[in-house]
T-cell receptor
Framework: QKEVEQNSGPLSVPEGAIASLNCTYS??????FFWYRQYSGKSPELIMF????GDKEDGRFTAQLNKASQYVSLLIRDSQPSDSATYLC??????????FGTGTQLKVEL | KAGVTQTPRYLIKTRGQQVTLSCSPI?????VSWYQQTPGQGLQFLFE???????NKGNFPGRFSGRQFSNSRSEMNVSTLELGDSALYLC??????????????????FGAGSRLTVL
């Protein structure tokens, strides 16, 4: 079992819809969780981080963490074509060694 | 302020050669991490440096090495290149390294990467 699991997609949603991206992890010692967005040919850029159970909102983005069930999700409201990218879930048990999932490709269609 | 700068951006080497990649972190950032990204394996952690000390190392062979200088700039070296070393090598910097529940300080900012092709 991989340490961080993500559905590779592609996940296709119409413009204006809510995109839901999910990530499960195996290490219960994981403490901090990150969502990065990576456009084709570009480097990852941080969208959000979360370390407490519950929801964290930032603009159109909401991260949700459930440590008991070992999953973290990212909701993107009012999806735009510019949101089309690969979304990477990452975690750490401490320090700067991040373990990444392989990413979910999101396509927002007009 | 300037972001994370990686050089060179693109390079082509042949098997058996060695390569050195450079990374200049964001001003004030003292932690530098290196990652390898390939289509098959995704992003994999190579190593992490803080104040010139290697704090953590991933599961890569000894052909992969790195170092950090007193100005926080970092280099990584790959010796005896193999075809499988073809990848995007990403450097990331952060302000510090804290254990546990203060993740804000260890949010990583990535550079544009160095794309290595081994022929």
């Amino acid at each position: 079992q991989k340490e961080v699991e993500q559905n590779s997609g592609p996940l296709s949603v119409p413009e204006g819809a809510i995109a839901s991206l999910n990530c499960t992890y195996s290490d219960r010692g994981s403490q901090s969780f990150f969502w990065y967005r990576q456009y084709s040919g570009k480097s990852p850029e941080l969208i959000m981080f979360i370390y407490s159970n519950g929801d964290k909102e930032d603009g159109r983005f909401t991260a949700q963490l459930n440590k008991a069930s070992q999953y973290v999700s990212l909701l993107i409201r009012d999806s735009q074509p510019s949101d089309s990218a690969t979304y990477l879930c990452a975690l750490t048990g401490g320090g700067n060694k991040l373990t990444f999932g392989t990413g979910t490709q999101l396509k927002v269609e007009l | 302020k300037a972001g994370v700068t990686q050089t060179p951006r693109y390079l082509i080497k042949t098997r058996g050669q060695q390569v050195t990649l450079s990374c200049s972190p964001i001003s004030g950032h003292r932690s530098v991490s290196w990652y390898q990204q390939t289509p098959g394996q995704g992003l994999q952690f190579l190593f992490e440096y803080f104040s010139e000390t290697q704090r953590n190392k991933g599961n890569f062979p000894g052909r992969f090495s790195g170092r950090q200088f007193s100005n926080s700039r970092s280099e990584m070296n790959v010796s005896t290149l193999e075809l499988g070393d073809s990848a995007l090598y990403l450097c990331a910097s952060s302000f510090s390294v804290l254990a546990g529940g203060s993740p804000g300080a260890n949010v990583l900012t990535f550079g544009a990467g160095s794309r290595l092709t081994v022929l």
